[in-house]
């Protein structure tokens, strides 16, 4: 794990990237802040975390078990993962921290939280962003179920508009937390609220016709299989995180439009 420090003193706010090694737009992020960002202008000090330094030189998701999974980590464990986690932990312990991912879903950048704060849903609303998942009691053991962290899913995995997407949230988060002088412009932020999983049928590939975040209506088919069985939504929901290809198990989230995000 490699840790970087801008200015001096303890920080108490904290950008955390490559939690997956597949997903480099955090990092990018991160090492263009350090390269010719406006480091001469820093008020306040911030830790810069890039996790998963083994599973990012591999080009893989992980090395032994996802990290994202495996929070509050065991610094005794045989697996990469979780000692990181433990140690990660213990990086960003008293920080506002906030984390970059990027998707196969969706080209936009969205945020995700969990138990929202009045503290989260502010940082959530001062970064450039439309829509916010809320996974409330949906996950367990990722670092969006942490107290005061929040995640931001920056774009399509691997993408140059990603890393784009990633710096701009980067230095909005970093105004926003007073570590860079000026004010983040508030966003009108819609929360979703995950309440259900779409699970696919094993040995099955499927098609993708709903947009994620975008309403799919009572009776609207919004997936098919490779045999031509139609997925057909019993009630409306918005889609979160909806891809065919995105994770072996699960096509996606079900989602209700909780509104817009809220201080």
Known sequence: MRVETLGEGEPEVAAVAGIHGDEPCGVRAIERLLNEGPLDRVRRPARLVVANEWALAAGERYVDEDLNRVFPGDPDADSHERRLAADLLDAIDGCLALGFHSTVSFAEPFGTLADPTPEKAALMRALPLSHAADFTGAVEGRSVTLPRFVNVEAGYQGSDAAAENAYDCLLAFLRHAGVLPGDAEPTRTTRYRVYDTIEKEPGREYRVH??????????????????????????????VLLSADGHPRLLGYRAGDAGPMRN
């Open 210 to 239: 709903a947009e994620n975040f975008r309403r799919v209506e009572a009776g609207e088919v919004y997936a098919e299989t490779d045999g031509g069985s139609a997925l057909r939504a019993e009630e409306p929901f918005h889609p």
